[in-house]
């Protein structure tokens, strides 16, 4: 695939958008912004708002931005009427909020301790200027370690003061991490980020039946990072810009354009070495939308491209860092990457007599190159189709869904000549759904599906030739008795079937047949009580093809679980809930161990588990805002395995928590606020560790806004 030119260059995009802002009638403007405009339609747009969109910029739209900064020329118009409210405020500052907050947490591994300051301005117009300090220091119970982070943010939004968007953000994070380590060393990973970005955003305008917008940034970022002892720092500055403008050309028919460039550069550094760095981007998108009579949808197509200069470490084929054994200034290379992307899409959905068919086509093709990492170039290409019928007939409801998949990526590595060969993947779904109420309160849904993955490679590369066929069916019935009373019941089968093709791993090539029956229901006792109930029993048989060979290692396999959960809820008082809940776990694992003359095949039993869980939990409100919380649960655990000779183990674990939650606000509006969560934790068992068998958690907060 050929490269892109560079067919945006950011900065005179972004030059001529200042003009077009400079030039903009502020009377015209202020009444685009001073209410808000209609959504945006196909003809406005091609993608999201960000300046990501881009669109071929012809010399007659050239002209049409210059008449639009003519004032008094009368030939722009602006989506929607603007007019300033008779009842603006006129003071300077409208409304100020400061809003200091402060909390503690501690947990099993850490206590923190954190502060905020927000301060929000709004002024006339609409402005809007914040700002934020926050700070946060933590220590860890298990290690030698602490945390400190500190963070400062400041932003301001012109609202419609100017006859054009401006935002304007400033930002400091800075964090360190200290670590010593079981030998004594300690570790300390810092980092300084500071960062600062202005957006302008023109309103959109209609020009002879066209909408266009505009929309530009620049910045500047500022990072600084420290990881044991190697320096990673980052100065650069950015420049991008975007323009986008559609109309619609007949009824229910318009066409979109976006174009976008952007351009960054500074200096990187990392370890020892200093360099130059840069970035440059471009796309180009365009897209025909349409809704007319029985038929919707749209056809796009995008292109991009970027190339990015920066320091690396040394990469190996795989694109793993690959520094061992070499010299210093070995290590660290000065690469140039190059990326190209051609996106098509086609989506269309049509509606007649009550069948819908919705039909998605989509391809996409990219390369990316490095000038220095081993990993060469890369070459994609993904191919995909979707296809969606649906319809309603007597009560039944059918949908019918194929999908289609076809990709490979291909490889020519530094140090190979030639290429390594595609590697395909192809998938293919089907998907059969039919629902139907059988009569009053009884409902039946059935599903099935269908799946095919084949993946193949040119020249034996990797040896990953493999085909994955799927097939899925289920059955499920749900019936309302009445108001306090539902049942549920789910009958599927699944099968797996993984074929290698390459005979160095056919020994994994395996059938796999899984059932399963669910059957279920919900019981409203009363006000007061409600039971739930749910059973489900799985078994499922695993058939290696070769596993009668004596070169195989492999042995067939039959599993069964049977679990039934009940779960109790019990709103004693008003103020007091219970939910009281118990699970029941039945397994065993099973190989087979021979087959009789009729073709029966026999199993061995080599393992059974029984897993008994209850679990306990309250909530009691002792006032508004203030509640009492506890949970417990109790675990046995027994497990039999049988081999020559049975052996049994029994892992008993239980945990206890209590404690509350205290969440308060006094003012009129809620000004001042306090929340307060302490619990105790308490357990046993082999799998919690010292730290999480006894702790206490809490999360307290205090803010107030004024």
């Known amino acids: 695939m050929p490269r892109l030119a560079h067919t945006a260059p950011a900065a005179l995009l972004s030059a001529f958008l200042l003009l077009v802002f400079l030039g903009a009638d502020p009377a015209a403007v202020r009444a685009q912004d001073a209410e808000g405009a209609p959504a945006d339609s196909p003809a406005d747009s091609l993608g999201t708002?960000?300046?990501?969109?881009?669109?071929?910029?012809?010399?007659?739209?050239?002209?049409?931005?210059?008449?639009?900064?003519?004032?008094g020329n009368g030939q722009v118009k602006l989506a929607g009427d603007?007019?300033?409210?008779?009842?603006?405020?006129?003071?300077?500052?409208?409304?100020?909020?400061?809003?200091?907050?402060?909390?503690?947490?501690?947990?099993?591994?850490?206590?923190?301790?954190?502060?905020?300051?927000?301060?929000?301005?709004?002024?006339?117009?609409?402005?809007?200027?914040?700002?934020?300090?926050?700070?946060?220091?933590?220590?860890?119970?298990?290690?030698?370690?602490?945390?400190?982070?500190?963070?400062?943010?400041?932003?301001?939004?012109?609202?419609?003061?100017?006859?054009?968007?401006?935002?304007?953000?400033?930002?400091?994070?800075?964090?360190?991490?200290?670590?010593?380590?079981?030998?004594?060393?300690?570790?300390?990973?810092?980092?300084?980020?500071?960062?600062?970005?202005?957006?302008?955003?023109?309103?959109?305008?209609?020009?002879?039946?066209?909408?266009?917008?505009?929309?530009?940034?620049?910045g500047l970022t500022d990072n600084k990072s420290i990881t044991q002892g190697q320096r990673n720092d980052v100065s650069e500055a950015f420049l991008d810009g975007g323009l986008k403008m559609g109309t619609e050309i007949v009824e229910g028919v318009s066409v979109a354009g976006r174009l976008y460039g952007r351009t960054s550069g500074g200096d990187r550094n990392l370890g020892e070495f200093t360099s130059s760095s840069s970035t440059t981007t471009d796309s180009l998108g365009f897209g025909i939308y349409y809704d007319r009579n029985f038929t919707s949808g749209r056809v796009s197509l995008v292109r991009g491209n970027f190339k990015r200069r920066y320091l690396d470490y040394r990469r190996n084929a795989n694109g793993i860092i690959d520094t061992l054994g070499r010299d210093e200034d070995e290590k660290v290379v000065d690469e140039i990457e190059f990326k190209d992307a051609?996106?098509?899409?086609?989506?269309?959905?049509?509606?007649?007599?009550?069948?819908?068919?919705?039909?998605?086509?989509s391809q996409t093709m990219d390369e990316s190159d490095f000038a220095v990492s081993l990993v060469g170039l890369k070459e994609r290409l993904q191919q995909k189709a979707d296809f969606s019928l649906g319809f309603e007939a007597f009560g039944d409801t059918f949908n019918v869904a194929y999908s289609y998949l076809w990709k490979w990526d291909d490889q020519q590595q530094k140090t190979i000549v030639g290429k390594r060969g595609r590697q395909y993947t192809k998938d293919r779904d089907f998907n059969f759904h039919y629902g139907r109420t059988l009569f009053a309160a009884t409902d039946l849904i059935f599903n099935f599906h269908a799946g095919l993955s084949q993946n193949t490679a040119e020249n034996g590369y990797l040896q990953t030739d493999k085909d994955r066929l799927r097939n899925d069916y289920s059955l499920r019935l749900n019936r309302t008795w009445s108001e306090s009373f539902k049942t549920n019941a789910l009958l599927s089968y699944k099968e797996n079937q993984d074929i290698s093709l390459n005979a160095t791993r056919s020994s994994n090539n395996s059938i796999k047949d899984s059932y399963e029956i669910a059957p279920g229901y919900t019981w409203t006792i009363s006000d007061r009580v409600k039971l739930q109930q749910k059973y489900r029993i799985y078994i499922q048989y695993t058939d290696y093809i070769y596993s009668e060979l004596a070169s195989s290692s492999r042995l067939d396999s039959y599993n069964k679980r049977g679990n039934l959960t009940t779960t109790v809820k019990i709103a004693a008082t008003d103020r007091l809930d219970l939910t009281v809940r118990h699970d029941f776990n039945k397994r065993f694992n099973a190989d087979k161990s021979k087959v009789d003359a009729a073709g029966n095949a026999g199993y061995f039993v080599n393992q059974r588990q029984r897993i008994n869980k209850i679990d306990l939990g309250f909530t009691f409100a002792v006032a508004d805002g203030v509640r009492l919380e506890g949970s417990t649960y109790s675990t046995l655990d027994e497990k039999t395995a049988i081999s020559t000779e049975e052996r049994m183990t029994e892992r008993r674990e239980g945990k206890l928590w209590v404690g509350a939650k205290v969440n308060k606000t006094w003012g009129q509006d809620g000004d001042i606020e306090f929340s307060a969560l302490v619990r105790k934790h308490s357990g046993y068992g082999p799998s919690l560790s010292e730290a999480n068998a006894n702790y206490w958690e809490t999360d307290v907060w205090f803010k107030w806004s004024f």
Do not use: H
Request: charge should be neutral; proline fraction near 4%; aromatic fraction near 8%.
């Open 342 to 361: 051609v996106s098509m899409e086609l989506v269309n959905s049509a509606r007649l007599l009550g069948v819908t068919l919705e039909t998605e086509l």
């Open 82 to 218: 603007r007019s300033t409210s008779p009842t603006e405020p006129t003071s300077f500052i409208v409304n100020l909020t400061n809003t200091p907050k402060f909390g503690i947490q501690t947990n099993a591994t850490s206590n923190s301790y954190y502060g905020n300051f927000s301060n929000v301005v709004i002024m006339r117009n609409a402005a809007r200027l914040a700002t934020d300090l926050s700070y946060r220091w933590g220590d860890f119970r298990q290690q030698i370690k602490t945390t400190e982070s500190r963070t400062f943010q400041t932003s301001y939004s012109n609202g419609t003061l100017l006859p054009f968007g401006l935002t304007i953000i400033a930002n400091r994070d800075w964090n360190e991490d200290r670590t010593t380590n079981s030998s004594g060393t300690e570790n300390i990973a810092r980092r300084d980020n500071q960062r600062a970005s202005m957006n302008l955003s023109a309103p959109q305008m209609t020009w002879r039946n066209i909408n266009f917008s505009l929309k530009s940034s620049s």
């Open 49 to 71: 708002d960000t300046p990501s969109d881009t669109s071929p910029a012809s010399v007659g739209l050239m002209e049409a931005v210059k008449e639009a900064g003519r004032e």
